[in-house]
């Protein structure tokens, strides 16, 4: 979820940023490697579909929006190249109005970092016992989880207490996750079945 302007406010926006920066540079570091002329549009396509799809989404009456992410499905291509794709993605969606300008630093954090870690960590947990249920898992706990972590982010902010965050934003969260894990689930068996080198994560050997 995204954190929009106004929410946080004064130097935690800029422990933020800067935290953001420092570990998307060290991304950038070591993905040098991989950023040639294969990649790039393979990024940039990635970016594309991505903000297309985010699009589409619906209002909630809580600080939330219902919309998928594919956080899971780019995070299971490829980790680095993920969070590459969602540090643009994030910083065009600010310019868009979702989620803001002076909140740029904790969304890429959050989002572009925290998120595809997640994604990915959960499904390489859970995928020797069933992929299908790693792959659900995967997409509904890191949207639950980026609700955890906003709701903390706003607690410590003083925006809304923490209770807030665990009863309302929480909840709604994990039902957000829900979309997204079915949509993990049939998305990355398609690309499977259609284009299995984009789900290199998912082959026999891994």
């Known amino acids: 979820m995204h954190i929009p302007d106004g929410m946080i406010t004064g130097y935690p926006l800029i ?27 393979m990024i940039a396509l990635f970016v594309v579909a991505t903000v297309i799809v985010q699009m589409i989404e619906l209002p909630l009456p809580v600080a939330a929006c ?48 925290l998120a595809p870690i997640i994604a990915y960590g959960i499904y390489k947990l859970l995928h020797k016992l069933n ?6 898992i995967s997409g509904f706990g890191t949207i639950t989880l980026l609700g955890l972590i906003a709701s903390i982010e706003y607690a410590i902010a003083g925006t809304f207490p923490i209770t807030y965050g665990l009863t309302i934003i929480v909840p ?19 690309l499977k079945n259609l284009k299995p080198e984009l789900v290199p994560v998912m082959s026999d050997d891994n």
């Open 15 to 41: 422990i933020y940023a800067v935290v953001a920066i420092i570990l998307l540079a060290i991304i950038f570091y070591k993905s040098k490697d991989q950023l040639d002329e294969k990649s790039i549009p």
């Open 66 to 113: 219902v919309h998928v992410s594919l956080i899971t499905i780019l995070a299971l291509y490829d980790l680095r190249t993920s969070m590459i794709v969602y540090m643009f993605v994030t910083i065009i969606q600010a310019f868009f109005g979702e989620g803001g300008i002076s909140t740029l630093g904790v969304n890429l954090l959050n989002l572009a970092i």
């Open 131 to 136: 992929r299908d249920v790693a792959l659900f």
């Open 172 to 190: 709604v969260e994990a039902g957000v996750g829900v979309l997204e894990g079915a949509v993990t689930i049939i998305v990355m068996r398609a």
